[in-house]
């Protein structure tokens, strides 16, 4: 049992006290949200008052909204007065002290997707100073990004250093009352990541939250922002491929993207989290908002993502194209086990002129999985000359998963062109038998099957993250034939 | 002792007897034919010596290199060295000829003992033998079987033969859909890698492509039981009076 489990513990056998919320020193609220449990969030991060009456107008139109149910997923209803909404990282006495202290089947894990040494460290959660090495690391990439201005910190450290950038575009992309869990990220978000590209500078490494320090336990609601300037570039890792345990089932991210002129922001996901057990109890539900603003002229916002943990995915990154000539791109592969869901694609908004966006969605189903392609391509009336191109393929692995497709267009614009292609697909007998025939196992066989059917988004993934990404496909879909 | 035993070997698909007690003896170094019409079990007999679970061996054995083969799994038995040339290869989206290759003749190497071949040596052997079958070289880099004619496909299973050099290698029905010259490519194939050690069984239909690949042996199978064997002689037979003769016989 962690920490926070049992001061919460603490807390609920003492039954409720009235006044803990202007208790500052606390670590941690007992469940439950209120305007006091805001009003407590903000002052703890010490926060501006503009924020603070942010997030409450957040909260006050989140109570009027309802959960959306359009999805095509279930779970039970979520009770979020039962939800803890602040509570302090861990300290590092209470934290592992080396890898020998954490679960060896997370170990395991970590060794076969090949994971250095000192980010398995890291992303175990061990304590700093075990640590000491990676941080170093970690600390001059930060100074070599500080000398051509960009800007790569916590969502709280931005808040204190550059209120300013963070006043100007906050909420800007997904307005806080956006939809019932992006409202809900708004009014009680913790933590996230910030990043600001000047004019002009082209980012020199890929920004991974592996380098980011000072994050850990950025909690289930985590915000994040990039704003890349005229003629920038960026390119954003986000997630691990090694899997994520937390004791929040539910989790509610914001990402929200800006580039302006001439900019380029590239997007990356590895999204791990735990699924739950085969019959899909504990685990993650990922609701997340992302959406990117291709606000400039000749803009380009491109979102790739490998989704293969969490019991609930429901997440749609989205590009919308303002800016002339700008260009939107998603690609997916999202695979779903066990008793796994994911309801998951994309919207392009095309409303500059000779707007282009690009739609590959890969999905596999294995197991009891269920999984839904849901996309929106929208040509609005001022987007002359916009085209689109969509490729949604499913595979299904075994006879008791499941695979939608839910396309949306709304062209008003008659000088547009799109383009849906769709497929669905097994993995056949067929060719497993042909690949054993050649002397390749059945796993290998399945591995090797399956990444061909991914292989158009494996290649806009960042090299390093594109082996780890099918290292991890292998092992996720490991036992699902035969 | 013969390469390949078969001994009283029944199977069914779905639970439909399809062969009927077949006995076959193959030397190494030697080249069996099987000609039968539609539907008397010549392509069950080769997804049952590839290890195609869909069928059911009901009855009988089969030794292979004096172990028994039912005992071993697909890949093992193609680590060993049994080759299926499939009559309707499949496709691979996505995964480039070459590099599904590698990955199975690395499996093969390695199951010998022998060392996995660097790039630049497995690039060299591929187009040898690309060469070697006259396939057009571009196919190497294409997604396996993706889009490629009948007759590409059939010279993509020899030109694999041709990689991985196995000892017994069944041909199904290897000449079905190829015009002259791409029959003649494929049996310039197999002729080249005839040797001692190595065997073949040819499965067709028809004659025609005997003429190229002569056998030594030639067995006509009907309704799941080889009703009839001798020399290449026998295949002409066969061109000349049709199966009629011998599904009275197997009546």
Same mark, same amino acid.
């Given at each position: 049992?962690?920490?926070?489990?049992?001061?919460?513990?603490?807390?609920?056998?003492?039954?409720?006290?009235?006044?803990?919320?202007?208790?500052?020193?606390?670590?941690?609220?007992?469940?439950?949200?209120?305007?006091?449990?805001?009003?407590?969030?903000?002052?703890?991060?010490?926060?501006?008052?503009?924020?603070?009456?942010?997030?409450?107008?957040?909260?006050?139109?989140?109570?009027?909204?309802?959960?959306?149910?359009?999805?095509?997923?279930?779970?039970?209803?979520?009770?979020?007065?039962?939800?803890?909404?602040?509570?302090?990282?861990?300290?590092?006495?209470?934290?592992?002290?080396?890898?020998?202290?954490?679960?060896?089947?997370?170990?395991?894990?970590?060794?076969?997707?090949?994971?250095?040494?000192?980010?398995?460290?890291?992303?175990?959660?061990?304590?700093?100073?075990?640590?000491?090495?990676?941080?170093?690391?970690?600390?001059?990439?930060?100074?070599?990004?500080?000398?051509?201005?960009?800007?790569?910190?916590?969502?709280?450290?931005?808040?204190?250093?550059?209120?300013?950038?963070?006043?100007?575009?906050?909420?800007?992309?997904?307005?806080?009352?956006?939809?019932?869990?992006?409202?809900?990220?708004?009014?009680?978000?913790?933590?996230?990541?910030?990043?600001?590209?000047?004019?002009?500078?082209?980012?020199?490494?890929?920004?991974?939250?592996?380098?980011?320090?000072?994050?850990?336990? +950025?909690?289930? =609601?985590?915000?994040?922002?990039?704003?890349?300037?005229?003629?920038?570039?960026?390119? !954003?890792?986000?997630?691990?491929?090694?899997?994520?345990?937390?004791?929040?089932?539910?989790?509610?991210?914001?990402?929200?993207?800006?580039?302006?002129?001439?900019?380029?922001?590239?997007?990356?996901?590895?999204?791990?989290?735990?699924?739950?057990?085969?019959?899909?109890?504990?685990?993650?539900?990922?609701?997340?908002?992302?959406?990117?603003?291709?606000?400039?002229?000749?803009?380009?916002?491109?979102?790739?993502?490998?989704?293969?943990?969490?019991?609930?995915?429901?997440?749609?990154?989205?590009?919308?194209?303002?800016?002339?000539?700008?260009?939107?791109?998603?690609?997916?592969?999202?695979? +779903?086990?066990?008793?796994?869901?994911?309801?998951?694609?994309?919207?392009?908004?095309?409303?500059?002129?000779?707007?282009?966006?690009?739609?590959?969605?890969?999905?596999?189903?294995?197991?009891?999985?269920?999984?839904? !392609?849901?996309?929106?391509?929208?040509?609005?009336?001022?987007?002359?000359?916009?085209?689109? !191109?969509?490729?949604?393929?499913?595979?299904?692995?075994?006879?008791?998963?499941?695979?939608?497709? =839910?396309?949306?267009?709304?062209?008003?614009?008659?000088?547009?062109?799109?383009?849906?292609?769709?497929?669905?697909?097994?993995?056949?007998?067929?060719?497993?038998?042909?690949?054993?025939?050649?002397?390749?196992?059945?796993?290998?066989?399945?591995?090797?099957?399956?990444?061909?059917?991914?292989?158009?988004?494996?290649?806009?993934?960042?090299?390093?993250?594109?082996?780890?990404?099918?290292?991890?496909?292998?092992?996720?879909?490991?036992?699902?034939?035969? | 002792?013969?390469?390949?035993?078969?001994?009283?070997?029944?199977?069914?698909?779905?639970?439909?007897?399809?062969?009927?007690?077949?006995?076959?003896?193959?030397?190494?170094?030697?080249?069996?034919?099987?000609?039968?019409?539609?539907?008397?079990?010549?392509?069950?007999?080769?997804?049952?010596?590839?290890?195609? $679970?869909?069928?059911?061996?009901?009855?009988?054995?089969?030794?292979?290199?004096?172990?028994?083969?039912?005992?071993?799994?697909?890949?093992?038995?193609?680590?060993?060295?049994?080759?299926?040339?499939?009559?309707?290869?499949?496709?691979?989206?996505?995964?480039?000829?070459?590099?599904?290759?590698?990955?199975?003749?690395?499996?093969?190497?390695?199951?010998?003992?022998?060392?996995?071949?660097?790039?630049?040596?497995?690039?060299?052997?591929?187009?040898?033998?690309?060469?070697?079958?006259?396939?057009?070289?571009?196919?190497?880099?294409?997604?396996?079987?993706?889009?490629?004619?009948?007759?590409?496909?059939?010279?993509?299973?020899?030109?694999?033969?041709?990689?991985?050099?196995?000892?017994?290698?069944?041909?199904?029905?290897?000449?079905?859909?190829?015009?002259?010259?791409?029959?003649?490519?494929?049996?310039?194939?197999?002729?080249?890698?005839?040797?001692?050690?190595?065997?073949?069984?040819?499965?067709?239909?028809?004659?025609?492509?005997?003429?190229?690949?002569?056998?030594?042996?030639?067995?006509?199978?009907?309704?799941?039981?080889?009703?009839?064997?001798?020399?290449?002689?026998?295949?002409?037979?066969?061109?000349?009076?049709?199966?009629?003769?011998?599904? $009275?016989?197997?009546?």
């Amino acid at each position: 049992m962690s920490a926070t489990t049992k001061t919460l513990d603490e807390l609920n056998s003492r039954g409720y006290e009235a006044g803990f919320v202007t208790d500052i020193e606390q670590d941690t609220v007992p469940p439950g949200l209120s305007e006091d449990v805001i009003r407590f969030i903000s002052a703890k991060k010490e926060e501006p008052e503009w924020l603070l009456e942010w997030r409450l107008e957040a909260y006050r139109k989140w109570l009027e909204m309802t959960e959306p149910n359009w999805a095509h997923v279930r779970h039970g209803p979520i009770d979020f007065q039962a939800i803890s909404y602040f509570s302090q990282p861990k300290r590092d006495e209470d934290a592992p002290q080396s890898l020998d202290d954490i679960d060896p089947k997370i170990k395991d894990t970590y060794d076969r997707l090949g994971i250095p040494l000192h980010e398995q460290q890291m992303l175990a959660g061990v304590a700093v100073d075990a640590v000491f090495d990676s941080v170093s690391v970690a600390t001059s990439y930060k100074e070599k990004l500080k000398e051509k201005g960009i800007v790569f910190c916590s969502m709280s450290e931005a808040v204190r250093e550059h209120p300013e950038l963070v006043r100007k575009y906050l909420g800007t992309v997904v307005p806080s009352n956006d939809n019932f869990f992006a409202a809900l990220n708004s009014a009680v978000f913790t933590d996230g990541s910030f990043v600001f590209i000047p004019k002009g500078v082209r980012c020199p490494m890929e920004l991974s939250t592996y380098f980011r320090i000072n994050a850990a336990n +950025t909690g289930q =609601f985590e915000r994040t922002l990039i704003v890349a300037e005229d003629a920038s570039y960026v390119s !954003y890792l986000e997630g691990c491929t090694a899997p994520m345990r937390d004791e929040n089932q539910l989790h509610a991210a914001v990402v929200e993207l800006v580039a302006l002129d001439d900019a380029q922001i590239k997007y990356s996901t590895v999204q791990n989290w735990y699924p739950g057990d085969e019959e899909g109890r504990g685990g993650i539900y990922n609701f997340v908002t992302k959406r990117g603003l291709c606000k400039g002229r000749n803009s380009k916002i491109s979102w790739t993502q490998v989704e293969t943990g969490s019991a609930i995915t429901w997440k749609y990154p989205s590009c919308v194209l303002r800016g002339d000539n700008s260009v939107g791109e998603f690609y997916s592969v999202a695979v +779903t086990r066990a008793r796994q869901q994911a309801d998951t694609g994309t919207k392009m908004i095309h409303m500059g002129k000779n707007t282009r966006s690009t739609i590959v969605s890969k999905g596999i189903s294995a197991g009891r999985g269920e999984q839904s !392609y849901r996309g929106l391509v929208r040509v609005t009336p001022t987007a002359s000359n916009a085209r689109n !191109y969509s490729q949604c393929d499913s595979m299904l692995m075994g006879d008791q998963c499941g695979a939608h497709t =839910f396309p949306y267009i709304d062209v008003q614009n008659p000088t547009a062109q799109i383009e849906h292609e769709a497929t669905t697909s097994k993995i056949g007998e067929d060719q497993i038998l042909y690949c054993n025939q050649r002397g390749i196992s059945t796993e290998d066989a399945v591995s090797l099957i399956v990444n061909g059917f991914c292989k158009e988004v494996f290649r806009t993934l960042p090299m390093e993250f594109a082996v780890e990404a099918q290292k991890l496909l292998e092992i996720t879909l490991e036992d699902s034939v035969g | 002792m013969a390469l390949l035993e078969i001994r009283n070997l029944h199977a069914s698909v779905e639970g439909a007897e399809i062969l009927k007690g077949i006995d076959l003896s193959i030397e190494a170094g030697r080249v069996h034919a099987i000609m039968g019409p539609n539907g008397s079990g010549k392509s069950t007999l080769a997804k049952v010596l590839a290890g195609d $679970e869909r069928y059911q061996v009901t009855g009988g054995e089969i030794l292979y290199r004096g172990k028994n083969l039912l005992d071993l799994a697909p890949e093992e038995r193609a680590r060993d060295g049994v080759f299926l040339g499939f009559q309707y290869p499949v496709e691979i989206p996505g995964v480039s000829n070459t590099y599904f290759l590698k990955a199975a003749l690395n499996a093969i190497r390695k199951y010998r003992g022998e060392s996995e071949l660097d790039a630049m040596e497995f690039l060299q052997l591929i187009r040898e033998r690309a060469k070697a079958v006259k396939l057009d070289e571009s196919l190497l880099q294409r997604p396996v079987n993706e889009g490629f004619s009948g007759g590409e496909k059939k010279r993509n299973e020899i030109f694999q033969l041709a990689v991985l050099e196995p000892m017994m290698a069944i041909l199904d029905e290897t000449d079905s859909g190829l015009d002259i010259d791409a029959l003649k490519t494929v049996a310039d194939g197999v002729n080249a890698m005839r040797d001692a050690e190595r065997a073949f069984l040819v499965i067709t239909h028809y004659q025609r492509l005997l003429n190229y690949i002569v056998p030594d042996e030639v067995h006509v199978l009907v309704n799941g039981r080889i009703v009839k064997s001798g020399g290449k002689e026998l295949a002409e037979e066969l061109e000349r009076s049709g199966y009629a003769l011998f599904e $009275e016989a197997a009546a």
